[in-house]
């Protein structure tokens, strides 16, 4: 499948690309904190099961993550993650999925990230900060350490601002940076689950939001029991933690 509608946002131009750019956002301990709701740790799962369509680009062998399709928060701490640079931000469509793809180059290590849905009011990128998403469900996504600047201080991405209208994400923006740590917000349709991938070759990580649920077929039987994960443990993240049977 070819993808539709590209909006690549770098620090240089592309022919026939619309090109934008980025920010960075604060210490964001605090974010942990900002709904309620618990984390889920990014869970590995089988590259292979994405379709070329849902690839939509991508290369499977840069792939090194698969993330199960969520409605709760993915979370992963930054650890003692140097800081990077977003040298550059894609928002585009594959088969199924609104996409947003963020790509740190340079780097051998993922920067933390959280990724969950929202309404009302989210952590800002300052300690005791908040952003007011709005009633609307919104994909929030917090990355840090991470810089829009590079060492010789010219901005990467200075757009920060994008309507797509796409069929799930109707707009994406930077709600915020300070202090290493970037927020950025997605108005979405309605709400949908969301999955994270992490690539290599540059390190990327990107975030798919889905059109729809896959329907059960009318001659399938679903098990309320068997091969589901509750734990949280899987067996490679083909299913969601919460065990509701959505596949990659």
């Known amino acids: 499948m070819t993808t539709s509608r590209i909006r ?7 022919v ?35 379709s070329a369509g849902e690839l939509g680009g991508l290369a499977r062998e840069d792939i090194l993550l698969t993330g199960p399709w969520m409605e709760t928060p993915i979370n992963r701490d930054p650890g003692a993650a140097p800081r990077s ?23 051998w290590q993922f920067p933390g990230y959280r990724v969950t849905l929202a309404t009302g009011n989210v952590p800002g990128c300052s300690e005791g900060d908040s952003i007011d998403v709005g009633d609307e469900p919104t994909l929030v996504i917090r990355l840090r350490p991470v810089t829009r600047k590079s060492q010789d201080g010219s901005v990467a991405v200075s757009t920060t ?3 797509v209208e796409f069929d799930v994400l109707r707009s994406l923006r930077l709600a915020c940076e300070d202090n290493d740590v970037l927020v950025w917000t997605g108005v979405l349709a309605v709400a949908r689950p969301f999955r994270v991938l992490e690539l290599q070759s540059p390190r990327r990580l990107a975030v798919d939001v889905r059109h729809a649920t896959p329907e059960p077929a009318a001659n399938d039987t679903v098990d309320a029991g068997a091969g589901r994960d509750t734990t949280g443990a899987g067996d490679g993240g083909d299913r969601a933690g919460a065990g509701d049977g959505a596949r990659d």
């Open 8 to 14: 690549r946002f770098a620090a240089s131009a592309l």
């Open 85 to 107: 640079t977003l040298g550059s931000l894609q928002v585009y469509q594959a088969e199924g999925v609104d996409r947003v793809l963020f790509e740190f180059p340079g780097n």
């Open 16 to 50: 026939g690309v619309l090109v934008l750019s980025l920010g960075a956002c604060g210490s964001g301990d605090q974010a942990q904190a900002g709904d309620g709701r618990e984390d889920a740790p990014p869970r590995p799962g089988a590259r292979d099961s994405l």
């Open 161 to 163: 601002e994008a309507p």
